[in-house]
T-cell receptor, first 115, second 113 residues
Framework: EAQVTQNPRYLITVTGKKLTVTCSQN?????MSWYRQDPGLGLRQIYY???????DKGDVPEGYKVSRKEKRNFPLILESPSPNQTSLYFCASSFPREGGNSPLHFGNGTRLTVT | KNEVEQSPQNLTAQEGEFITINCSYSVGISALHWLQQHPGGGIVSLFMLSSGKKKHGRLIATINIQEKHSSLHITASHPRDSAVYICAVPSGNYGGSQGNLIFGKGTKLSVKP
């Protein structure tokens, strides 16, 4: 089954303790991206990757790192989480096409709480 | 940088009604996404369109590139259509990077039986 898999679904951690949220897709998509969703602010892009070893900042990259060493995986790393990073996180993937990306496939989301 | 406005923010309808959700953006684009977020939180892509009109079942999406405006229509609405509908566009000008997406704040639709 074609899917984007995020793990974990729920995570509670403490300030400063490094964590990684994994994202994997089995559709051979070149484009992958991370978003956070907060009440009143909607979805905002953190980082995206157009292909292996190619990553770019979105609108809210501060406090996050990503890597794209292989096509299927795009982990999101919080080196020193802070309470303002408490949010609902989504990973998505698609094929980039001339004229815009193909439809996005989203993971199920990761609800992160930083205390 | 593109800015996206969705309207209305909230919408309550009776089952069977025709629904329209609007999305306006400020910078010319090559494609626009419509997404649906279910009450459980999952997000699915409904449409990606760059011109004209697309139809899938009871859902219709249209885009007017000159007016920088898109609409999502739901015909014969049903309680299972209750969800948040979100539009998204690339942040840059036409031909620029398509990877950086800007999202509207969403329209929360509630369809009553």
């Amino acid at each position: 089954e074609a899917q984007v898999t995020q793990n974990p679904r729920y995570l509670i951690t403490v300030t400063g303790k490094k964590l990684t949220v994994t994202c994997s897709q089995n559709m051979n998509h070149e484009y992958m991206s991370w978003y956070r969703q907060d009440p009143g602010l909607g979805l905002r892009q953190i980082y995206y990757s157009m292909n292996v070893e190619v990553t770019d900042k979105g609108d809210v990259p501060e406090g996050y790192k990503v890597s794209r060493k292989e096509k299927r995986n795009f982990p999101l790393i919080l080196e020193s989480p802070s309470p303002n990073q408490t949010s609902l996180y989504f990973c998505a993937s698609s094929f980039p096409r001339e004229g815009g990306n193909s439809p996005l496939h989203f993971g199920n989301g990761t609800r992160l709480t930083v205390t | 940088k593109n800015e996206v406005e969705q309207s209305p923010q909230n919408l309550t309808a009776q089952e069977g009604e025709f629904i329209t959700i609007n999305c306006s953006y400020s910078v010319g684009i090559s494609a626009l996404h419509w997404l649906q977020q279910h009450p459980g939180g999952g997000i699915v892509s409904l449409f990606m369109l760059s011109s004209g009109k697309k139809k899938h079942g009871r859902l219709i999406a249209t885009i007017n590139i000159q007016e920088k405006h898109s609409s999502l229509h739901i015909t014969a609405s049903h309680p299972r259509d209750s969800a948040v509908y979100i539009c998204a566009v690339p942040s840059g000008n036409y031909g620029g990077s398509q990877g950086n997406l800007i999202f509207g704040k969403g329209t929360k639709l509630s369809v009553k039986p």
